[in-house]
């Protein structure tokens, strides 16, 4: 007879408390996905650079139009906060200082993949769609494109588009903003 073994689940709370008492440090690089604390991959030159692409791409934005974050968490559920590369928040006077943002307030989300690509795709892009996140964005380096979720469901994005280099794309809730996929490419 074989015995199953029982995994303990992590709440968002006690990911909190772990960090509060030391266990983990700020060092450790975790996300917590699902209640399971997940080693993220090192962040390698290339996909370094295009966080900074972003990161100069997104500030360009008012900050009354919204709060732009490189590697904070946000709090999709009980169980689920992960860290992702760029995201634009809906603006909030306190900047986000009382809780983590929830995906309601999230505008955009953005993750950088290069070895961390089939986990992003096939764990991190589904629970962002449960999530309600209404635009998510994968700069994915192994095939030199950027791939574009909206129109979020239960079962995943109703709606995928993949971008190449030498076109542009705009995030939905800022049209104006004309991102190009060869600058965020490198």
Not at 129 to 158: D, F, H, K, M
């Amino acid at each position: 007879m074989a015995v199953q073994l029982l995994k303990k689940l992590f709440t968002v709370e006690e990911y909190h408390l772990m960090g509060k008492a030391g266990i983990l440090s700020k060092d450790d690089r975790i996300e917590l996905i699902e209640g399971e604390l997940v080693q993220m991959a090192a962040i390698g030159t290339r996909h370094a650079s295009s966080v900074r692409r972003l990161a100069r791409l997104c500030s360009q934005i008012p900050e009354n139009l919204a709060i732009f974050d490189v590697q904070n968490p946000v709090q999709l559920s009980e169980r689920t906060e992960p860290q992702p590369d760029v995201i634009l928040l809906t603006p909030r006077a306190d900047y986000y200082s009382t809780a983590h943002p929830t995906p309601s307030e999230v505008l955009l989300l953005i993750e950088v993949a290069d070895s961390s690509i089939d986990y992003d795709k096939d764990v991190k892009i589904p629970i962002y769609a449960r999530s309600g996140i209404q635009e998510v964005w994968i700069v994915n380096l192994p095939e030199n494109c950027l791939e574009v979720y909206r129109q979020p469901t239960a079962n995943g994005y109703s709606l995928t588009l993949r971008f190449w280099r030498g076109e542009e794309v705009s995030p939905l809730t800022f049209p104006e903003l004309q991102v190009s996929v060869d600058f965020v490419l490198g």
